[in-house]
Each structure stands twice: as C-alpha cells, then as structure tokens.
C-alpha cells in the first residue's frame, strides 16, 4: 500500500503519529472480509482496498490513527494481497457500471467538467494511480463502482473527472449515457432559440445606439444593452466586445477623458462583428472563458494620458498564459499617485501582496472577475493567497508567434542585435534576434515617468536577458514595444528598481543635455492608402450620413472593393462594418517593429 494515500485521506502528521504507534506495539487482526482488529484499546474494521470505508469506535472522525497504523500492519502482514493488486499493468476501469453507481448528477458534473482544459499530475505504479488536479489527489486501482476512487470529501468533486483524464491519457473514450446525450441535444436546441432571441435584441440596440448622435445619448439609453451583458453571457456569447462598448459609451457620456468620437465608433463595430460571425465561449478553447486561478506578475509601469488621468498597472500572467492587468488610478491630477509608493506598499486586491513583492512571483485568486479589456476587477469577494504551485513565464521565442492584437509580449531573445539611444528623438532603442535571427525592435521614448527605466536599460549593453516583458502600441501606421521588465540573472523592473551607477547616470545626463527641450520627433509618413483609411474613419465618426459615394468610388479606385461596397450602401449596419473595415486595412497596412532574416530558407 502506498501510504500517501492516508496522507491524503488525513494528513502526514497523522500518518507519522500512527508509525510510531507502530514501533511501539502491533495490531491484533483477525477474518478476512472484513478484517477485524483491535489497537491501543479501539476496535474496528478495516477496508484494504478503500479505507475510507473503515471503522474505528474511538472519538475521532473518519479515518483515524488505530485505522492508518492497523492498515499498514494488515498490508505489510500480508504481502500476496498487496501482490494480487499490483498483478495487473494497467487498471480496469468497467466505465459503464462506474457511471450508473455515479449517478446522473455526477454525470452532468463530469459532462461540465470535460468540456474545460485539465492539467493534472498522473503518476502510475502497476496498478496503482494516483492523479493530482488543482491540489485534489486521488488514488484508485481497480474501479468498479465510484466508491472505489480513494479520496477524501472536498476532492469527490474531481473523482470521476480523475478516471476520465486516465482513460484519456490511455487513449480511451468514455461512452456517454443515451440520456444524457438526448438532455444535452434539448438543452443545445433551447440555447439556439435563446441566442437567437438575444441577437436580435442585442442587434435592435446597437442599430440605435449607431444611428443616434453621441450628442443626444444619455445614460438611460444604455439601460437596455447593459443589462443584456448577463443573458448572453451565459447563452455563451463572447461579451468582451460589449462591455467594452458599455464602458467606452458611459465614459464618454460622463466626460471621463474620452471625448474621441472615433472609439466609439469601433466599439460599436466590434459589437456588430461578434453578432454577426456569433463568436461563442463554447466555440473557443477553455482558456479564453475561464477566470485565471493562478497569477504570475511580470512587472508594472506608471502611466499619464494628457487629460490628466494617470495610474500604474500590474501586468500578470495566468496559468493559460493570458495577460491580465490590474491596476491602480485615478481621473485627474486632483489626487495624484505616488507611483513608487502604490508599487512598493500598495495592497491592490484583498490579500495580495505590493507589486513589488508580487513581481516574479505567483499568487492564487479566488472569484476572480474580468472586464471586456482582460483587467482584474477590485470585487469584495475576489482575494489572493500564495500559491504552492508557482507558475514558469509562457514566452514567445519566435517572433512569427506574436500575437499582435494582444497588449503585452513575454519574449525570450536568443542574440543580441543593438544597443543604442537616439539622440535626436530621445529614444531608447534595443533590438534583439530571435532562434531563427529575425530580429524584434523595442523602444522607449524620453519622459519624466521613463527616465529611470532608460537609465536600467543603458545598463545592459550586450547583456543578453532571458525575458524582456513589454507593452504593444500601436498608432495609425506603426507598432511599437514598450519595455516594463526583464529578467536577467533575477527579475527587474525597469521603472521601479535601481541598476544605474553614477558611471551610467553621468553618459546619459550628458546625452540629455545636448538635446533641445522637446525631442525633435518627425511626422509620421503615411501613404496614400493609410491616409484615406483614416480620413474615411474621421468621417464616419462625425457624420452618421450613408451612403458616402465619393469615398467609395476612391476604395474601388485603391482595390478596397469590400469597404466601397459598404460605403456605397444606406444604413447604420453599413457605416459600422465599413468603419470596421477601414480598421483592419490600417492594422494591416502599419509597419511592425520586425526585420526578417532574408537568409532564411
């Protein structure tokens, strides 16, 4: 017997505390099916196959001391049986008479389960598994009924999910019952009805919302779109673009630093394209719908936008490999933020540690609760604890892998390519290579707020990190990779710890002094295409008036035959896909801070 197995019924104090029964004085067992046995005055019955069927007439409650010391003395007295159980290579799993012993609310529970991303610790030894998923462990042999899954009470919820991540590893499927398939073809019907209703609704909304001025909108008009977030939500609808949208408009319509007709205008359009290809939780993978359980920080960074709001941002990893921000901020410059305070001593959710203290490592979060920008939202009942299981940084090695539509980036560079500071913007610029020498640029414009991290970076020269962890930016016609952190030979934060020496600060001061005030930055270069994309949004943006011809004859002239055919017809529907469309052409069309190697095959 595999004494882990009462550690986990119980606990290893208990298991010690019962061997060095043991050493003191032996059981008395008799009979065979049940054993019987008497231990320091208590008696009982043992099961050798699953102890928690065990019984012991001492106070305790489940399995006790007399009950673990009187099992091992059973198996260790009786070698043949611990044999017979080991006889058999792999386990037999009789699937049919385990679902019937579960039950059909088990079952559901198991259907629910599966239809998520598992990662569990499978370990086994002859016969014997043991499978641990988030912290649950279960042992089992051979399994009949789901009383032969050995496990303590808070795990049974992961019993029968234990057997199916087995099977599946062993390249087996297990059969559903016929009644629950025909539950699940009702209920699969009933939601079609349901998501079809609440399309159209959602629709009917955002055609309104589309065809009123932003002038006239008030904060009842998004009563009805707002309280749709919860039905579609769990009708399996991709929300983010809504609350995205119920954010920007409620921003707007309270004047909180976004007056930008254009956002609102995408926002829109973003909403309309979900509808319309009806992108689904239970169509994406289970990382894209579940919240995070595990986080990792991989730095933070100070912020100001020039209507005066400001904050820092905690930029975090999840077990999925997601980025998920949480952050700190405020409006105006009424309350200013001290930055290094709120990252050193600031306690950002119930139980998390600083950022400071955070950075590098992993909390685990419970309740944990996002808003449509993948960002942490502060509730009550959400809480972090340490985690026993620290997560490793998910990083891109090769640079085709970015994904360009995220905000962040965890790259691991395999050569460094250049190291330099632009003294004619006040620019810090690094550029690294990737496995396949494709080189990935990184910079960071001169201000008050990243004077610091300049100076860190100065500091690296031909240092090559193991991460660099990064913002993406991006304006009208270029991308741009923003440095936070790096991890060396330990994690640092560029805008919060100190790498410089006076060595260092003393180039750098002297760089800065040569420059003018205001760093002489040139305008962008933009062609002819980039120029009309962004006129058409401009316009679309301040005129609700369709269709606009002149600006459809000029898309079919460029070869844009997908958005003149929106522009050229009436309706709001078409002003959004037609703004939508003009967005994506700008993404296309703007340049990536990314050189390819041409030598390569």
């Not at 049919?96 to 609310?105: D, E, F, I, M, R």
């Not at 954010?247 to 956002?263: P, Q, V, W």
């Not at 309740?367 to 985690?387: C, D, F, H, I, M």
Request: charged residues 20%; hydrophobic residues 35%; neutral net charge.
């Amino acid at each position: 017997m595999d004494i882990s197995i009462f550690e986990t019924l119980a606990s290893a104090g208990l298991v010690r505390r019962a061997q060095k029964a043991l050493d003191k004085s032996s059981p008395h067992i008799s009979g065979a099916s049940p054993i019987q046995f008497t231990f320091e005055g208590q008696q009982g019955l043992l099961d050798l196959h699953n102890p928690n069927n065990s019984q012991c007439d001492c106070a305790a409650n489940g399995i006790c001391k007399h009950i673990i010391a009187a099992s091992i003395f059973a198996w260790q007295q009786s070698p043949v049986s611990a044999a017979t159980i080991e006889e058999n290579e792999v386990p037999q799993i009789d699937t049919n008479t385990l679902l019937a012993s579960a039950g059909k609310v088990k079952i559901r529970q198991l259907y629910r389960q599966v239809q998520r991303r598992w990662q569990a610790d499978i370990v086994q030894q002859g016969a014997q598994v043991c499978i641990t998923i988030k912290e649950h462990t279960l042992h089992f042999t051979n399994v009949t009924t789901i009383n032969d899954i050995i496990c303590n009470e808070d795990s049974q919820v992961y019993a029968l999910l234990g057997v199916y991540l087995w099977l599946e590893r062993q390249g087996e499927m297990l059969q559903w019952p016929d009644w629950l398939q025909q539950e699940q073809q009702q209920q699969k019907t009933l939601l079609n009805q349901t998501q079809t209703q609440l399309k159209l609704a959602c629709y009917a909304e955002l055609i309104m919302l589309a065809g009123v001025p932003l002038a006239q909108l008030r904060s009842e008009s998004l009563l009805t779109i707002e309280l749709l977030q919860i039905p579609m939500e769990k009708a399996g609808f991709n929300i983010a673009p809504l609350k995205r949208l119920c954010g920007t408009l409620a921003r707007y319509l309270i004047g909180e630093h976004l007056r930008d007709k254009r956002t609102v205008l995408l926002e829109l359009a973003h909403v309309l394209v979900m509808l319309e290809r009806q992108e689904q939780t239970q169509t994406q993978d289970a990382e894209h719908i579940c919240p995070p359980q595990q986080l990792l920080c991989l730095g933070g960074y100070p912020w100001r936008r020039s209507s005066g709001a400001h904050g820092l941002t905690l930029v975090l990893q999840d077990e999925y490999g997601r980025f998920i921000t949480l952050a700190e901020s405020r409006t105006t410059t009424e309350q200013t933020l001290n930055y290094s305070q709120i990252w050193q001593a600031t306690q950002l959710l119930e139980g998390a540690p600083s950022g400071c203290s955070w950075f590098g490592q992993t909390q685990r979060i419970s309740n944990a609760q996002l808003n449509g920008w993948q960002r942490l939202r502060q509730l009550k009942k959400t809480y972090v604890e340490p985690s026993e299981q620290p997560l490793k940084p998910q990083a891109i090695s090769d640079i085709t892998e970015i994904d360009w539509q995220s905000d962040y980036i965890c790259f691991a560079p395999s050569h460094v390519h250049q190291h330099t500071f632009d003294e004619a913007t006040q620019c810090m610029l690094l550029s690294y290579q990737d496995t396949q020498r494709n080189t990935l640029f990184f910079s960071l414009p001169y201000t008050k707020l990243t004077h610091h991290a300049i100076n860190n970076m100065m500091l690296f020269k031909q240092q090559l990190p193991q991460l660099i962890v990064a913002r993406i930016e991006r304006d009208s016609t270029q991308w741009y990779l923003r440095p936070i952190a790096v991890k060396l030979d330990r994690w640092i934060n560029l805008y919060f710890d100190d790498l410089t020496d006076n060595k260092t600060t003393n180039i750098f001061s002297n760089w800065l002094a040569k420059q003018s005030p205001q760093p002489q930055l040139s305008s962008p270069r933009r062609d002819k295409v980039q120029q009309f994309l962004l006129k058409v949004l401009d316009e679309l943006a301040q005129s609700h008036s369709m269709p606009q011809q002149s600006h459809s004859e000029m898309a079919q002239k460029l070869g844009l035959r997908t958005l003149s055919h929106f522009l050229s017809n009436s309706g709001p529907e078409h002003r959004l896909k037609a703004a939508y469309c003009a967005e994506q052409l700008l993404q296309l069309s703007s340049l990536k801070p990314v050189k390819f190697n041409e030598l390569q095959n």
